[in-house]
């Protein structure tokens, strides 16, 4: 075992590791973006639903749109699961099943 001997006084930063004898320093953390900038531009939103209202919807979005169609809670589970498996994150999910209740009132 290997033992550094280093004086107090020359030591700054924090000490990590197995042993807590690795002085390093703490880096900052970077900056999130700004809320407006993940948006994005005016524009980019209005090229989206212009090529969404040209294309229509996905194969998976309209095979959930059919669960959510009948109304039923059992099917209604099965399209959010369906969604979550499609998507990977719940979150996405529930978007994309919102976007697409907002579609069939329509």
């Known amino acids: 075992k290997m033992v550094k001997n ?10 990590r590791g ?3 004898g690795f002085i390093v320093s703490k880096r900052d953390k ?9 948006k994005g531009s005016d524009r980019t939103r209005m090229i ?18 059919e669960f959510l169609k009948v109304g039923e809670a059992k099917l209604d589970k099965r399209a959010a699961k369906f969604l979550k ?7 996405r999910a529930k978007n994309k099943e919102a976007f697409i209740r ?5």
Do not use: N
């Open 48 to 65: 989206s639903t212009l090529i969404k209202s040209i294309v229509g919807l996905s194969p998976y979005e309209k095979r959930a749109m």
């Open 6 to 15: 280093i004086p107090a006084e020359s030591i700054f930063g924090y000490a």
């Open 85 to 91: 498996k499609r998507l990977g994150t719940i979150k």
């Open 102 to 106: 907002k579609i069939i009132k329509q």
């Open 18 to 20: 197995l042993e807590k």
């Open 30 to 38: 970077p900056t999130p973006r700004p809320s407006d900038k993940r």
